[in-house]
């Protein structure tokens, strides 16, 4: 096997030291990228969590209004009674 010319053996000892830092720069941007990616699917399941918990408070909401809404109901019903009792009101035809 033939030597190598000193000076080509530096030209490739330095390339192989640039492609050496640009795969370490790689790896470093990959793995910042790698950390802002698993927060930002953290910061979705957190969402889908919040999204999860309004539908529940959003249908206790809704049966609430139901039974406010039907004892205001009652409510109507045991007045107009009442009113008619005393003579406040016409009787309905």
Do not use: Y
């Amino acid at each position: 096997m033939t030597e190598m010319d000193p000076a080509m053996t530096d030209l490739v000892l330095e390339h192989l030291r640039a492609i050496r830092a640009d795969i370490q720069s790689t790896h470093e941007r990959l793995d910042s990228l790698t950390l802002r990616v698993s927060s930002v699917e953290h910061n979705v399941a957190s969402l889908h969590g919040d999204f999860a918990s309004m539908r529940v408070d959003m249908a206790a909401m809704r049966a609430d209004m139901a039974n406010m809404s039907s004892r205001i109901d009652r409510v109507e019903q045991r007045l107009d009674r009442i009113d008619r009792r005393l003579e406040l009101s016409e009787a309905p035809a």
